[in-house]
């Protein structure tokens, strides 16, 4: 069983910057990809980044890219998610996932397990 925990959203303006965390539980978070998406309101859940077991790759959106910045320390068995140059149109419910491989995917499909979110708005 995994539980993984998210944190580090909030209010934030424009060209501001946020870093978020996701606090993992269960022995394969080292040897699993690890994926953040987003899901804004009356929007379908969103891909926005993706990392390897080992932290040697990494997926972004064309959304954030540039912007954001995925990392993970598996010492911690934490994933973060660095976003810099905010934009209105990041807001939304943001949330941590397992993927059920070693690489890693934007499929919703690949990934098992989900933390609870976490909200991020971005005013204009």
């Known amino acids: 069983q995994v539980q993984l925990v998210e944190s580090g959203g909030g209010l934030v303006q424009a060209g501001g910057s946020l870093r978020l965390s996701c606090a993992a539980s269960?022995?394969?978070?080292?040897?699993?990809?690890m994926g953040w998406f987003r899901q804004a309101p009356g929007k379908e859940r969103e891909f926005v980044a993706a990392i390897s077991w080992s932290g040697s790759s990494t997926y972004y959106a064309d959304s954030v890219k540039g912007r954001f910045t995925i990392s993970r320390d598996n010492g911690k068995t934490t994933v973060y998610l660095q976003m810099n140059s905010l934009k209105p149109e990041d807001t939304a419910v943001y949330y941590c996932?397992?993927?059920?491989?070693?690489?890693?995917?934007?499929?919703?499909?690949?990934?098992?397990?989900w933390g609870q979110g976490t909200q991020v708005t971005v005013s204009s």
């Open positions: 996932a397992k993927s059920v491989s070693a690489l890693p995917t934007s499929r919703v499909s690949g990934y098992d397990y």
């Open positions: 269960g022995r394969t978070f080292s040897s699993s990809a």
